[in-house]
T-cell receptor, first 113, second 110 residues
Framework: DGGITQSPKYLFRKEGQNVTLSCEQN?????MYWYRQDPGQGLRLIYY???????QKGDIAEGYSVSREKKESFPLTVTSAQKNPTAFYLC????????????FGQGTRLTVV | QKEVEQNSGPLSVPEGAIASLNCTYS??????FFWYRQYSGKSPELIMF????GDKEDGRFTAQLNKASQYVSLLIRDSQPSDSATYLC??????????FGPGTSLSVIP
């Protein structure tokens, strides 16, 4: 079945460690997005990519990094520079055509211990 | 001005009433508009989309679009407690980027 897969579902990180969240899609979508969501808050855009080998910073990119080497994959690394990384992370993808929606993965809940 | 804005809420309505959720956007060239519902701890799910001016109805949901006013709304008729969630407005801009609003929290009181 086509869709977006995020892994892991739950992730625990010690302070000072980098961690990488996986996002894979088999929908043949050009665009992919990473969002962060804190409790009771809306989605905040971290990074987005509209084409392979290109990506743009969103509203809260500091402390995060991404790569887009393949169309299907858009991993997000939460670095030690991100001071408050505990949050729910959502990956989404979309075509670059009008009148098509964004699809979401199931999310990764990251907790710093 | 933020690209997509919504009523911050929370919005509380009694069971059986009409819930009205509003959204405005800044990119006049935007073509596609979406409403997502998000339950706590879950990922957003698409419930409505609208591309043309006017109204679009799907069951208890009606989306309304006014491009001249850059305004999108979602009406939920006969609101049920199961409709209690956060509703996210999303806009696909003229440069094909999907922008989400901050969401409106809806609580339907039995």
């Amino acid at each position: 079945d086509g869709g977006i897969t995020q892994s892991p579902k739950y992730l625990f990180r010690k302070e000072g460690q980098n961690v990488t969240l996986s996002c894979e899609q088999n929908l043949n979508h050009d665009a992919m997005y990473w969002y962060r969501q804190d409790p009771g808050q809306g989605l905040r855009l971290i990074y987005y990519s509209q084409i392979v080998n290109d990506f743009q910073k969103g509203d809260i990119a500091e402390g995060y990094s991404v790569s887009r080497e393949k169309k299907e994959s858009f991993p997000l690394t939460v670095t030690s520079a991100q001071k408050n990384p505990t949050a729910f992370y959502l990956c989404a993808s979309s075509t670059n055509r009008a009148n098509t929606e964004a699809f979401f993965g199931q999310g990764t809940r990251l907790t710093v211990v | 001005q933020k690209e997509v804005e919504q009523n911050s809420g929370p919005l509380s309505v009694p069971e059986g009433a009409i819930a009205s959720l509003n959204c405005t956007y800044s990119d006049r060239g935007s073509q596609s508009f979406f409403w997502y519902r998000q339950y706590s701890g879950k990922s957003p799910e698409l419930i409505m989309f609208i591309y043309s001016n006017g109204d679009k109805e799907d069951g208890r949901f009606t989306a309304q679009l006014n491009k001249a006013s850059q305004y999108v709304s979602l009406l939920i008729r006969d609101s049920q407690p199961s409709d209690s969630a956060t509703y996210l407005c999303a806009v696909k801009t003229s440069y094909d980027k999907v922008i989400f609003g901050p969401g409106t929290s809806l609580s339907v009181i039995p």
